[in-house]
Nanobody, 125 residues
Framework: VQLQASGGGLVQTGGSLRLSCAASGFPMDYYAIGWFRQAPGKEREGVSCISGGSTDIYYAESTKGRFTISRDNANNMVYLQMSSLNPEDTAVYYC???????????????????WGRGTLVTVSS
């Protein structure tokens, strides 16, 4: 299982970014893909998750209405469209894959979760 997040960068408050997660080495259709973030000095937070068939979607309360997750199984890609960004969204964002359903139920990683490298999102005030 390999995951690579990209699309991070510097954006002003109120701006938008789209993160991409490229997956390889596993049948992505059968895996939930989640986005997590970790800001300096803070614990990792589950941001969003989408199940293999896109039937189950999770958003953290802090991102509802601002972030949209989607996936393209044919091209092994998952996206996180982020809008109305604010400085509290500044963090390293990671995508993760999990074969179970828990991650998209509560935004929590499990022992089966595989992590990719992160991408830094910085929102300036």
């Amino acid at each position: 299982v390999q995951l690579q997040a990209s699309g991070g960068g510097l954006v002003q408050t109120g701006g938008s970014l789209r993160l991409s997660c490229a997956a390889s080495g596993f049948p992505m259709d059968y895996y939930a893909i989640g986005w997590f973030r970790q800001a300096p000095g803070k614990e990792r937070e589950g941001v969003s998750c989408i199940s293999g068939g896109s039937t189950d979607i999770y958003y953290a309360e802090s991102t509802k209405g601002r972030f949209t997750i989607s996936r393209d199984n044919a091209n092994n890609m998952v996206y996180l469209q982020m809008s109305s960004l604010n400085p509290e969204d500044t963090a390293v964002y990671y995508c993760a894959a999990d074969p179970g359903f828990v991650m998209c139920l509560n935004g929590q990683a499990t022992v089966s979760t595989t992590w990719g490298r992160g991408t830094l999102v910085t929102v300036s005030s």
